[in-house]
């Protein structure tokens, strides 16, 4: 374990030494009261080189390995799903992460909120680390015709009436493209489609949909939203 009165006495060395190099040339008086002579300048320098070879050992030791490992070995212990992922397996595989969404468009699914990067091409090996946003502004003619395009495509898909308000999250991409959640509202529009398509009771798919709706996190910050990975997994168990 590093002393650290040890530490202390290094680095009060090196601003000793540190001292001594702005004061006038020829003999000069220390922090300590003692003289110290041209001749020994040299000496002192040397001595000062390694001091600060100690300290950068001794920083090194605790920024660069004793904390990671200190602090890897908290996380794998307290949080381990979270520290490696909070990965999702299904049939004894890695499917996904519950932290990043997936591109899901087939009818016996749930939707995903739009993303400008489609969740990564699929995961395709080529777009791996690939994230972000459209950037287009709130007056760009491109968001908007983009955003007519995904409100017609959603209504039709879920046989939606020209009254009904479809949610902003299911026709704007998030800032990261990445976005794993959908607002409950954007669930619950999409259930009589889901159910159609596997010939399963609306009400049975309405239900599951209700027992994935997560609140705010630790009650207080965000909204409620829905995991639309967990929440197809959940619909596959279904049948």
Same mark, same amino acid.
């Given at each position: 374990m590093v002393n650290m009165n040890e530490f202390v006495r290094l680095l009060n060395r090196v601003i000793e030494r540190f001292s001594l190099t702005q004061?006038?040339?020829? &003999?000069?008086?220390?922090?300590?009261?003692? &003289?110290v002579g041209a001749a020994d300048k040299p000496e002192r320098a040397i001595d000062t080189v390694f001091v600060a070879l100690r300290i950068f050992v001794v920083l090194t030791l605790l920024t660069g390995v004793l904390y990671p490992a200190a602090i890897t070995a908290v996380a794998q212990l307290a949080f381990r799903d979270l520290a490696n992922g909070s990965l999702v397996a299904a049939e004894q595989r890695i499917i996904g992460s519950s932290l990043i969404g997936q591109a899901m468009h087939e009818d016996q699914y749930f939707w995903p909120r739009p993303s400008a990067v489609e969740y990564m091409a699929g995961s395709d090996t080529s777009a791996l680390a690939f994230s972000g946003a459209s950037n287009f502004g709130p007056t760009n003619a491109t968001l908007a015709r983009t955003v007519r395009t995904r409100d017609e495509m959603f209504r039709t898909a879920n046989g939606l009436t020209a009254s009904t308000v479809v949610p902003p999250d299911m026709l704007f991409a998030s800032g990261s493209g990445l976005d794993p959640h959908i607002s409950p509202d954007a669930a619950r529009l999409q259930v009589n489609r889901v159910a159609v398509a596997r010939g399963l009771p609306p009400a049975a798919v309405a239900l599951l949909v209700e027992e994935h709706v997560e609140g705010p996190q630790w009650g207080l910050f965000g909204a409620p939203r829905v995991n639309v990975l967990k929440l197809n997994l959940a619909l596959d168990a279904l049948q």
């Open positions: 004061q006038a040339p020829g &003999r000069s008086k220390p922090m300590d009261g003692t &003289r």
